[in-house]
């Protein structure tokens, strides 16, 4: 079993910055990746990274405003998140996936595993 601990959620106004963090205490190996939902909805993919923090993919809605990273040394994955909108605000969470980085976001019934998510809130 892997846990996945989330930090960084929080309210911001449009146009700011987040940083979201998730830590895979004594895990390493596992390609990640950040999702997003709404209430009522479905999983969205935002953003992966393979094992080597070589290969990065993201969801189109945003490319250019966020960007995900991992260190290697501390088993932990970020996500810089800037130039907000409200239509950002989502529970996000963080994912594990021995499958792959690539192709992750087409496999949300299938991940891993899942931390336990934290709000991201946009105000306009």
């Known amino acids: 079993q892997v846990q996945l601990v989330e930090f960084g959620g929080g309210s911001v106004q449009a146009g700011g910055s987040l940083r979201l963090s998730c830590a895979a205490p004594g895990r390493t190996g596992y390609p990640m990746g950040w999702f997003r939902q709404a209430p009522g909805k479905g999983r969205d993919f935002v953003a992966s990274?393979?094992?080597?923090?070589?290969?990065?993919y993201y969801a189109d809605s945003v490319k250019g405003r966020f960007t995900i990273s991992r260190d290697k040394a501390q088993n932990t994955v970020y996500l810089q998140m800037n130039s907000l909108k409200p239509e950002d605000t989502d529970v996000y969470f963080c994912a594990a996936d021995v499958k792959g980085a690539q192709g992750m976001g087409g496999r949300t019934a299938t991940i891993d595993y899942w931390g336990q998510g934290t709000q991201v809130t946009v105000s306009s």
């Open positions: 990274i393979s094992v080597s923090g070589n290969l990065k």
